[in-house]
């Protein structure tokens, strides 16, 4: 259901968008965002290791006072951004070509819905620690503080152009985050613009690409206020899956607490299962594309790098029997079935708890941890194609967690989204 701002919304089955959500600013211009995050999103870390906001960091209340702009409810928000991949997560360890991309988004409010077909679908396993601290979070301000990032079909480019040709001149925010990203954001206020904005999307389906704690807060936050109001709508950036400046770098894998007998049992396996060959730490991470699983491997112990190459995709086959044809060519569904699980023990419980498990995007961090003995052991990943997120996503299955990392990040506080009547 399409709703641009009129009374009456269009019946539809899709997601419901609106063009509301209030701009944060400080006496009539946008803050830096970061000012916003260290004020409302204080980073703690809990008892299963998973870094999360801090709802009660300061009274919300008196940030609103400052932060909080009246809302125009009749635009459309453009963000446009420019990025560039080197740096990001693979420094020292193999340098890369800088190549300069942009992705472009609109927000909206997106009336939460149930997952489903023709409406929203996630693609990952969540996290139980994060979904109760955003809950405890979106109780103190009832305010969305950041966008979930969702991706629709504009496989003709429609949308993406109609967003471009209707916005506003110059930028009336921009700011560039310590990586070195380039954030700009323009209203759009061209009514022809939003009508072909309204018609593209409104048989749409939405991914969720970075935000499933978010959207599964908001969906137990407006069952549990109930009725209709602003608290049926979340805030999302939304993104074209063929937008060419859309990028998925990889989370690489690391394990910890291995005692000999598990040593033994990861030894077994991966010499059981996989093809090994020694190579330099420089070249960790595996090139990108599809074939065969490649992993990176490192352990503490030897400290000796090698390329993990799949013996045979029938292995694959028989531990994830009865999952999508996509599913089991997914590299970190393959790594969680035969090594995480099949020769480590561990179950879905203890890698939604980080039991023994954690996680890295950058290729240099990854090393040092397991360098230092803080980690026994690291298995480099490959970045997930696009493609493949979309056909997990439609067949209904989720992916392990952190199987995805979408980079251009939308950063907390470029626009609110007030949840309350008044």
Request: charged share 25%; net charge negative; proline share 7%.
């Amino acid at each position: 259901m399409i709703d641009a701002g009129t009374k009456n919304g269009l019946m539809r089955r899709g997601p419901r968008l609106t063009n509301s959500a209030c701009v944060s600013s400080i006496n009539g211009k946008p803050p830096m965002p970061e000012a916003i995050v260290l004020a409302l999103e204080q980073v703690v870390e809990g008892e299963d290791g998973v870094r999360s906001p801090a709802a009660g960091a300061i009274s919300p209340q008196a940030a609103f006072d400052h932060l909080l702009a009246s809302c125009d409810r009749s635009e459309f928000r453009l963000e446009g951004r420019r990025h560039g991949t080197r740096g990001v997560v693979r420094t020292a360890i193999a340098p890369r070509p800088f190549q300069e991309l942009a992705a472009r988004g609109f927000l909206a409010r997106v009336r939460v819905q149930e997952y489903g077909p023709g409406t929203i679908r996630p693609h990952e396993r969540t996290h139980p620690g994060p979904r109760e601290d955003r809950l405890r979070l979106t109780r103190a301000t009832k305010t969305n503080l950041s966008p979930i990032f969702s991706l629709y079909p504009d496989p003709s480019g429609t949308a993406r152009e109609a967003l471009e040709a209707g916005r506003d001149g110059q930028p009336f925010g921009e700011l560039t985050d310590e990586q070195g990203t380039v954030n700009r954001l323009w209203r759009v206020s061209d009514p022809t613009a939003m009508a072909i904005i309204e018609r593209t999307l409104a048989d749409a389906e939405l991914l969720i690409a970075d935000g499933h704690h978010r959207y599964e807060t908001a969906r137990v936050y407006a069952d549990e206020v109930g009725g209709e109001g602003p608290h049926r709508y979340v805030l999302m950036c939304l993104v074209a899956l063929e937008d060419p400046g859309l990028t998925v770098l990889p989370t690489h894998r690391l394990v910890r607490g291995l005692d000999s007998a598990a040593q033994e049992a990861l030894a077994t396996a991966l010499r059981r299962d996989f093809e090994l060959e020694e190579i330099e730490p420089r070249a960790l991470p595996p090139p990108p594309g599809g074939g065969p699983l490649q992993l990176g491997y490192i352990d503490s112990h030897s400290q000796r790098a090698f390329r993990l190459t799949l013996h045979d995709q029938a292995v694959a086959d028989a531990a994830l029997e009865g999952d999508s044809d996509a599913y089991r060519h997914l590299d970190t569904a393959v790594l969680e079935a035969l090594l995480l699980k099949g020769a480590l023990g561990m179950d879905d419980e203890a890698i939604d708890h980080l039991d023994g498990l954690g996680y890295a995007r950058d290729d240099d961090e990854a090393l040092a941890l397991v360098g230092s003995g803080e980690y026994d052991a690291a298995f480099f990943m490959r970045g997930t194609p696009i493609e493949q997120v979309r056909a997990i996503a439609a067949s209904g299955e989720n992916m392990p967690p952190k199987s995805t990392f979408f980079h251009p990040k939308v950063p907390t506080g470029l626009l609110f989204n007030s949840l309350d009547e008044a």
